[in-house]
């Protein structure tokens, strides 16, 4: 058994609202009132509902992983890792792709905000995208241009990550056990392309279910539409609690 407590299993959820506006997403907040799982909020909510979204769920208790994968010049992201900061997040992302420069930047950004006093003094976990979930290999040697396997290219980030500082990467669950052996059982994994037992592939390519990325140590574990397409989106995220807390 893992041991999880249902309240355990809830916050190793990240509910990812893709939606296209507050609306929506509120009304799957109401489905899911009273669990207590993550949120994760990306690029179209955000883009579209800004800041004051995100102090909503703060107020509401919620733990909030900002998803804007931030990619830029290092003094572009050290502002936009200050501003971020300020917001009162949980957790944000950069891109491992923008190198340790740019990844020490968006520390230096958390260090300036905490120090100007306007966070409360709550420290958010920085954590590097890898390679998206989305990446096959033929994507990485062929298009993108890198050459080698895609868990040698996910490693490389992730231990280019470490050495700037972060606490951790997005990667694919099955690169999860390699991770942890490359920069230890502390530097935290988040985990999209999970998929339930019977769920569409849709985009994603490297995938695995709830309890097959558990059992591989993952500390976090993104699930999108699975839960928010499901016809009951309640009875959907508690499936998968059962299925955590039942892990074998």
Known sequence: ???????????????????????????????LEGIPCYIKVGMQLFYSAGPAFIASLKESGYRV???????????????????????????????????????????EGVD?????????????????????????????NSEIGIAGSVEDAVIRYATLAKSAGLNGVVASPQEVQ?????????????????????????????????????AQGTDYMVIGRPITGAADPRAAIESIIEELVGNE
Request: net charge neutral.
């Open 1 to 31: 058994m893992t041991g999880l407590t249902r309240e355990e299993a809830a916050g190793r959820i990240m509910v990812a609202l893709d939606y296209p506006e507050a609306g929506a997403a509120k009304k799957l907040l109401r489905d």
């Open 65 to 107: 992983f900002l998803d804007l994968k931030m990619h830029d010049i290092p003094n572009t992201v050290k502002g936009g890792a200050s501003s971020i900061t300020k917001l009162g997040v949980d957790m944000f992302n950069v891109h491992g792709a923008g190198g340790k420069e740019m990844m020490e930047a968006a520390m």
């Open 112 to 140: 300036a905000a905490l120090a100007g006093g306007s966070t409360g003094g709550y420290r958010p976990t920085v954590i590097a995208v890898t390679h998206l979930t989305s990446t096959s290999q033929v994507v990485l």
């Open 178 to 214: 390699l991770i942890k052996a490359a920069c230890g059982a502390e530097f935290k994994t988040v985990t999209p392309g999970i998929r339930p037992a019977g769920a569409a592939l849709n985009d994603q390519s490297r995938i695995m279910t709830p309890s097959e990325a558990l």
